[in-house]
């Protein structure tokens, strides 16, 4: 099964600590594992709070 993946949610952040490398804003929670999968694991739905990031692009030039 494959859950959120979380690198494309705009909530989604690196906490560059070491035992909690990922977060979650609008949750509020650090976790070894990426956000989505903790939601998961302790719901048993997927993350209803997903908002897919705006992906900006270079300009050509």
């Given at each position: 099964?494959?859950?959120?993946?979380?690198?494309?949610?705009?909530?989604?952040?690196?906490?560059?600590?070491?035992?909690?490398?990922?977060?979650?804003?609008?949750?509020?929670?650090?976790?070894?594992?990426?956000?989505?999968?903790?939601?998961?694991?302790?719901?048993?739905?997927?993350?209803?709070?997903?908002?897919?990031?705006?992906?900006?692009?270079e300009?050509?030039h």
């Amino acid at each position: 099964m494959q859950h959120i993946n979380c690198f494309f949610c705009k909530h989604f952040y690196i906490t560059y600590e070491q035992r909690y490398p990922y977060g979650c804003r609008i949750i509020g929670f650090k976790s070894a594992r990426m956000p989505s999968v903790d939601v998961f694991i302790n719901s048993d739905i997927e993350c209803g709070l997903f908002e897919q990031k705006e992906i900006k692009h270079e300009h050509e030039h």
